[in-house]
């Protein structure tokens, strides 16, 4: 069975603090995800990750750094956080491939940032 | 750019009655975009409920399913009758398969109250 884990599930911050939301597959899938949900928005792509030391930006990368130090591991850092980054992150594998890719997602992270 | 609209963002339907929630998709750049359909329970990430990689063609898992139509760009959901145990939130999503790796687009997501 394909798992994702992500930690920690909820987080309070304070505004300028650093946030580290990390992620780990089990998969051994090279792609890795960092998604957002906000209400009335679909998932947005942050960062992602085709492998160990590689990040690619997303959609929305402004205010985010990402970090993939193992095929296992991939964090979303946020240097100073602000509250428009209050929201849910889900993090998600996938194999490589280009074709009828499944992405398989963690239960996310429910940041509240002060 | 790639985009996934739901029109609706909520739907309550009584339980044993048919269901259909509406997406439609938007691309300047993917001739044949992967079309996805994902679910995710209360408390719980993401799961895949179905796929479709080929214009014309439908997908179907547990009773739902949805048709890739490449001339209305739309990939509707249903299912003839519904359960309690689907209340949840359903995305639908676009995927790339072009150059620079794979990236998927959701949409916004419709969650779907079962009334018993």
């Known amino acids: 069975e394909a798992a994702v884990t992500q930690s920690p599930r909820n987080k309070v911050a304070v505004t300028g603090g650093k946030v580290t939301l990390s992620c780990n597959q089990t998969n051994n899938h090279n792609n890795m995800y960092w998604y957002r949900q906000d209400t009335g928005h679909g998932l947005r792509l942050i960062h992602y990750s085709y492998g160990a030391g590689s990040t690619e930006k997303g959609d929305i990368p402004d205010g985010y750094k990402a970090s993939r130090p193992s095929q296992e591991n991939f964090s979303l850092i946020l240097e100073l956080a602000t509250p428009s980054q209050t929201s849910v992150y889900f993090c998600a594998s996938g194999p490589l491939g280009v074709s009828a890719e499944t992405l398989y997602f963690g239960s996310g992270t429910r940041l509240t940032v002060l | ?116």
């Open chain 2, 1 to 116: 750019g790639d985009s996934v609209t739901q029109t609706e963002g909520q739907v309550t339907v009584s339980e044993s009655k048919s269901l259909i929630i509406n997406c439609t998709y938007s691309t300047t750049s993917i001739a044949y975009p992967n079309l996805f359909w994902y679910v995710r329970y209360p408390g719980e990430g993401l799961q895949l409920l179905l796929k479709v990689i080929t214009a014309g063609q439908k997908g179907s898992s547990r009773g739902f399913e949805a048709t890739y139509n490449k001339e209305t760009t739309s990939f509707h959901l249903q299912k003839a009758s519904v359960q309690e145990s689907d209340s949840a939130v359903y995305y639908c999503a676009l995927g790339d398969p072009g150059t620079g790796g794979y990236k998927v687009v959701f949409g916004s997501g419709t969650r779907l109250l079962v009334s018993p």
